[in-house]
């Protein structure tokens, strides 16, 4: 089949042809294309609200698209290689939901990689599912939980029965990826469609050295997030669509229930742009990327106070715009990124030992000023003593080491009385909430799950150290709620 032209951006153009037109407004947004706007943001805001319009004539609806929006979404399809592709203006959020709502029913079992987004975890919820949740691989040299094994997916897949779908997440945050190909062969075996939140992978389509993406190994939904690396507003996203075992009409039908419906053209623009801005990238233009992400690794690695970390595990590919770098001196992840954000350098997140920096798919120079500031963060830090390190000893996964389900199943969770419970009382008792350090978005602890004394010290630690929960107010002050009826 002939191939789409892909420096074409059917979306942009036409909104670009629009705005030279010197329409008049006598629709929404209250903005009018930017003409009634505060002075003082209009520096900023001017110019992308002349291409920020909604459905009319000539404009397309993401929703029932027939032109601009179908062609540009027919494009990404193409590109991927996938049987249809979506545009999402809400985030990978919405495409992880929409995937396993299109998929589960109530009651429904689901296998589920533990260290999945809490978007997955929402959708499950949503969808009234029961999620059996299978361990990750640990790296002990990065600190972090990495991938599913195919040893237990495979006693996953004997011992419970009725399994709806397999949902994955790869790569990691820290950019650790496996290859899926094996685990999605003997997913398809047992006749169940894999869906893959791969929201950090959007431009593994690039091939070496990236990755290789799970939708070219033959997985049914895959969700990237292309705000994350390529040039495309926040909340940009795709979601892909390959094979016959998950329905394209009940996805399209689930994103239009989920998504807006007064889509962003803006970021639908964005998409078209940052998916012709991948397609045109030649094989001489990627070599030089993987050159300069190279150097920039090594100059940061000679850096006196810190060191760039490394999976231990060599058959783990590791996506060259993600560098983990660790403190040489005994400062915690957070301090070190507070070290740097003094001097202006905002890294993607920190955990307890580990500051990850997330490089642009381009050669720039602005990453050797990068490397510049960073080095005055660390000798105006040299020598200096911290009282807050990070004590806990390596190579212990929070997470359970074996295939496990919640004490509690989301059904069962909704009647429940709940109460306030101090951290370290929580032991042995269920939660009846998530905690979720933001960034990376993966709950420490499940709603529905029995607490641990690891997870208690863990979070503990976490709360020390000045890490973020996402709506968890209450660890602040070192309390957590559990469900009232259920002890060990």
């Not at 010197?22 to 805001?45: I, M, W």
């Not at 431009?203 to 990236?210: D, E, R, T, Y």
């Amino acid at each position: 089949m002939k191939k789409m032209d892909q420096q074409k951006t059917p979306i942009y153009s036409r909104l670009k042809a629009h705005w030279e037109t010197d329409p008049v407004s006598g629709h929404v947004p209250g903005h009018k294309y930017g003409r009634v706007l505060p002075e003082k943001g209009q520096a900023f805001f001017r110019d992308i609200l002349k291409i920020d319009a909604t459905e009319i004539s000539g404009l397309d609806d993401l929703h029932s698209p027939e032109e601009m929006i179908k062609e540009g979404q027919e494009l990404v399809s193409d590109l991927y290689g996938s049987d249809a592709s979506f545009f999402l203006v809400n985030g990978s959020t919405v495409g992880n939901l929409a995937m396993i709502l299109s998929v589960c029913s109530r009651g429904d079992r689901v296998l589920v990689q533990r260290n999945c987004h809490k978007s997955v975890l929402n959708g499950l919820e949503l969808a009234g599912a029961e999620p059996v949740f299978l361990s990750c691989g640990y790296d002990p040299m990065m600190e972090v939980s990495t991938s599913v094994e195919l040893d237990e997916l495979d006693e996953a897949l004997k011992t419970i029965e009725d399994v709806q779908a397999v949902i994955l997440t790869n790569p990691n945050y820290y950019g650790l990826s496996i290859d899926l190909k094996a685990i999605i062969e003997r997913v398809h075996e047992a006749g169940i469609p894999v869906l893959v939140d791969e929201a950090h992978g959007a431009h593994f389509v690039l091939g070496s050295p990236f990755p290789v993406s799970a939708l070219e190994l033959g997985a049914d939904v895959v969700v990237h997030s292309a705000h994350k690396t390529l040039p495309a507003m926040t909340m940009g996203s795709f979601l892909h669509i390959k094979g016959s075992l998950v329905s394209r009409e009940r996805i399209a039908y689930y994103l239009r229930m989920l998504q807006s419906s007064s889509p962003s053209y803006p970021i639908m623009a964005s998409l078209d742009l940052a998916r012709s801005y991948i397609a045109a990238l030649s094989k001489e233009e990627i070599d030089a990327i993987a050159k300069e992400t190279a150097k920039i690794r090594r100059e940061l690695d000679m850096l006196d106070g810190i060191r760039v970390v490394v999976p231990e595990n060599k058959s783990i590919a590791v996506d060259p715009l993600k560098v983990v770098i660790r403190s040489t001196s005994g400062r915690s992840g957070f301090e070190l990124q507070r070290d740097l954000e003094r001097e202006g350098v905002f890294s993607e997140l920190a955990d307890a030992w580990n500051v990850l920096i997330v490089l642009p798919l381009a050669v720039m120079d602005a990453k050797h000023d990068m490397i510049e500031r960073i080095e005055r963060a660390l000798q105006e830090n040299a020598g200096g003593t911290t009282d807050r390190r990070y004590t806990r000893q390596g190579g212990v996964p929070l997470f359970p080491k074996k295939i496990s389900q919640l004490a509690i199943q989301l059904d069962q969770q909704q009647e429940l009385p709940s109460m306030e419970c101090k951290l370290e009382d929580a032991i042995g008792r269920v939660a009846a909430e998530s905690v979720v350090p933001y960034p990376p978005g993966i709950p420490v602890l499940l709603k529905g799950e029995r607490v641990t004394e690891e997870v208690v010290e863990y979070l503990g630690e976490l709360t020390r150290l000045g890490a973020r929960f996402q709506g968890n107010e209450r660890m602040k002050s070192n309390y957590i709620s559990i469900y009232k009826e259920v002890k060990e």
